[in-house]
């Protein structure tokens, strides 16, 4: 009687879950990720630059990675990047960001970008598809770097 029940709780609940999985992979239509995504992703998380630390900072975890072209909502639709969050002991600000990356980023041929205030931002060619990098700080003394594709955009 218990399998019986059991069988015919999964029968229930089995197709609810498939379309869950099914809507997470959902694809924008006309939308195109770039070029070996999983080889690009590899290229970002081997990236020099999520292993510098300001500081009095941890890391937050591992870097997290997103694919392109999945349905967030109705307005929203996913991008190739790759994200990490430290958490700091003080709030840091553009001055301590730069001091902290720009030379090794600059070194390793990330150029500056135009940039909001309180941000820094590169972009470099990341295997073959045009890239942007960009460093925030917080007033909760959190630090996030995150590099994206911009296939559609150059590094001009």
């Known amino acids: 009687m218990a399998l019986r029940h059991c069988l015919a709780l999964l029968a ?3 197709p609810a879950l498939l379309a869950g999985c099914a ?4 694809l924008r239509p006309g939308c195109t990720p770039p070029p070996h995504e ?4 590899d ?3 081997d990236d020099p630059v999520f292993k ?3 500081p009095g900072v941890q890391k937050a975890g591992a870097p997290r990675d997103s694919k392109a072209c999945r349905i ?3 307005e929203d639709t996913s991008f190739t990047n790759v994200t990490l969050t430290l958490h700091g002991d003080h709030p840091y600000g553009r001055p301590e960001l730069l001091s902290v ?12 970008a135009a940039t909001p205030a309180d941000s820094l931002q590169y972009c470099r060619d990341v295997a073959g598809v045009p890239s942007d990098l960009q460093i925030d700080g917080y007033p909760d003394s959190s630090v996030i770097v ?3 594709a911009e296939p559609d955009g150059g590094c001009d």
């Open 23 to 26: 809507q997470e992979d959902e």
């Open 146 to 148: 995150s590099m994206a």
């Open 43 to 45: 290229a970002y998380r």
């Open 101 to 112: 990356y720009d030379a090794d980023l600059q070194r390793a041929g990330w150029r500056p």
């Open 38 to 41: 999983e080889r690009l992703l």
């Open 72 to 74: 967030l909502n109705e």
């Open 12 to 14: 229930a609940v089995l």
């Open 52 to 54: 510098v630390r300001p």
